[in-house]
């Protein structure tokens, strides 16, 4: 069973309204930073602890800031944007199963991939995680990611969000000719 793009698009793009207007704009790389402060907040409980008045707080600055507001997500990670974050991984894990009936393997694999990096199941994935690693680090420089930034961004009519997008589009597009020079 394989979806048009263009009514994947359409439901993506109701979901993010559908986010925007009910809940709040979707952004999902603070909640990676979430999680490694629930991990290291595991190791060392004195990391994030409660106040008297009942806020929390953080001896890592980055976590304090915004009022403890990223403390309080790591003592209490069963909120809307984590719980969202964790659906996204099982609806994409779905998604490929229910695709392919199996997990990605070399007869998956698409035919561009295969003919310029081979059939090892193992390099695809472990390309597939350092390519999400380096999205993931220069999504935390940047102070978001192309969930909040671009889609939730441009929905809002932010300039910013187009901005971002051409800024996006203008580095992806470039890598991609490089990355699959030769046609699958």
């Given amino acids: 069973m394989i979806l048009n793009w263009k009514l994947g698009g359409l439901a993506l793009g109701l979901v993010f ?12 790389s603070t909640q990676f930073v979430i999680l490694d402060g629930i991990l290291w907040d595991a190791v060392n409980p004195e990391v994030v602890t409660q106040t008297t008045d ?54 998956t694999m698409p035919a561009i991939w ?18 999400g690693f380096v999205v993931l680090y220069g999504a935390r420089l940047a102070g978001g990611c192309t969930s909040g930034h671009m889609m939730s961004g441009m929905m809002q009519t932010a300039i910013s969000g187009y901005i971002f997008a051409a800024g996006a589009f203008a580095a992806a597009v470039p890598t991609a000719i490089l990355m699959f020079k030769k046609e699958a």
């Fill in 54 to 107: 009942g806020a929390y707080t953080s001896t890592n600055a980055y976590l304090a800031k915004s009022g403890g507001k990223y403390a309080k997500s790591v003592a209490n990670p069963l909120n809307y944007s984590f719980v969202f974050v964790l659906a996204m991984m099982l609806g994409a894990f779905a998604s490929s199963f229910l695709r392919t009936g199996v997990p990605a393997n070399e007869k």
């Fill in 114 to 131: 295969r003919t310029n990096y081979g059939d090892s199941t193992l390099k695809r994935f472990v390309v597939a995680f350092a390519s």
């Fill in 17 to 28: 309204f559908a986010a925007v207007f009910l809940v709040k704009p979707i952004g999902v």
